[in-house]
């Protein structure tokens, strides 16, 4: 039996949720773009209370910023860094983290307003809107883990958040991106186009489905990369002072600790990764381009996917041998959830295979 064709009503609100959905997407790249500016100005440890309410007003009198930046004076961030920081250098970073975290707010806002609009009206199915409930209060989550990185910073002899912390707020961030950007593409584009199971087919599917692992990996250890500050180190390419593998990789025991705290290692690791992920989308590419069983549209996610990881890599290059400049890092990490998302689109795009 045939599928019985969706109503103009039907068609109408997946329009209006998908859009609304997708513009939360954009927001939370934009997020994600803003995470890395307070980052790598410092900015992060600037605001010393957390009130997920009342913290939407900036400070409004002299008074109230004095009491700001004298909390700030407490923390080794400023004793070790910013000593003698005039109120106006305070003020700049104190904005920037501000910004960030009203950013984080004002997602919430543009998430649960419509959600009720769309829940009264009945627009919403009922998994639907349990799905987005859940994401609101994953949402809000990732307000407090975000809040639990900051304390780290706080600790003494401290300068920065816990590159741990760091990574755990950073995969939240993007495990979130990942499934609201998958319901927006669901909702607007509820039965996939069937793609015939072939073995080139299933050849490039599990390919994409490697590559949006190894993007996420990747991006792991970029967040690793730059919780240690492992980008100020080593700023040449391709090798690193002269070797391919740095001297030290392994200087730290247990060995798996490399991989987290010994900077050769973790700036070694985060560039085999990137330059794996690009050989892999290379080789991906060729041999979807030369199924046409994949059909136009999975061609285009992919062609769009190759030149994005040619430009993420380029950035990537950039910003190690111009040493971390604020706005290289930004645009990388930026880039990153662009790269991130070509690879989730081309593989929502291959949901149809083997399934008519």
């Known amino acids: 039996m045939g599928r019985t064709p969706p109503s103009a009503q039907e ?33 992060g440890l600037s605001i010393m209370d957390w009130r997920p309410i009342t913290g939407m007003i900036p400070p409004l009198s002299h008074a109230e910023w004095e009491r700001q930046f004298a909390l700030y004076k407490t923390i080794p961030q400023y004793k070790i860094l910013h000593d003698g920081f005039g109120l106006a250098g305070f003020q700049q970073i104190f904005w920037a983290e501000w910004t960030h975290r009203f950013w984080g707010r004002l997602m919430g806002l543009v998430l649960l307003v419509p959600l009720v609009w769309f829940s009264i009206t009945g627009a919403l199915t009922r998994s639907l809107a349990l799905r987005l409930v859940l994401f609101f209060v994953l949402g809000g989550l990732q307000g407090a883990i975000g809040w639990f990185m900051v304390a780290s910073g706080f ?22 991106y990942i499934a609201i950007l998958w319901t927006a593409l669901s909702v607007r584009t509820p039965r996939p186009a069937f793609i015939p199971a072939t073995p080139e087919v299933v050849r490039v599917h599990r390919l994409v489905w490697a590559i949006c692992l190894l993007v996420g990996i990747t991006v792991i250890a970029g967040g690793f990369t730059a919780g240690t500050h492992a980008g100020f180190a080593y700023n040449t390419f391709p090798l690193m002072d002269g070797h391919l593998i740095p001297q030290g990789y392994a200087r730290l025991h247990p060995f798996w600790l490399n991989w987290f705290q010994n900077i050769p290692a973790v700036q070694f690791d985060h560039r085999l990764l990137a330059t794996t992920t690009a050989l892999v989308i290379g080789g991906t590419i060729v041999l979807g381009l030369r199924t046409p069983q994949l059909g136009q549209d999975v061609h285009n996610a992919l062609a769009v996917l190759g030149w994005l990881v040619l430009l ?45």
Do not use: E, K
């Open 312 to 356: 993420q890599y380029a950035l990537g290059i950039t910003t190690l041998l111009l040493v971390v400049p604020v706005w290289a890092g930004t645009v990388h990490q930026t880039c990153a959830a662009i790269v991130l998302t070509a690879a989730i689109v081309t593989l929502h795009r291959l949901r149809g295979v083997g399934h008519p």
């Open 11 to 43: 068609l109408r609100n997946r329009q209006r949720i998908s859009t609304w959905l997708f513009a939360i997407c954009f927001m939370l790249v934009g997020m994600i773009a803003l995470g890395g500016y307070t980052r790598l100005t410092g900015s």
């Open 155 to 176: 600790n003494p002899d401290s300068t920065a958040v816990a590159p741990v912390r760091l990574v755990l707020h950073l995969c939240c961030a993007f495990a979130l």
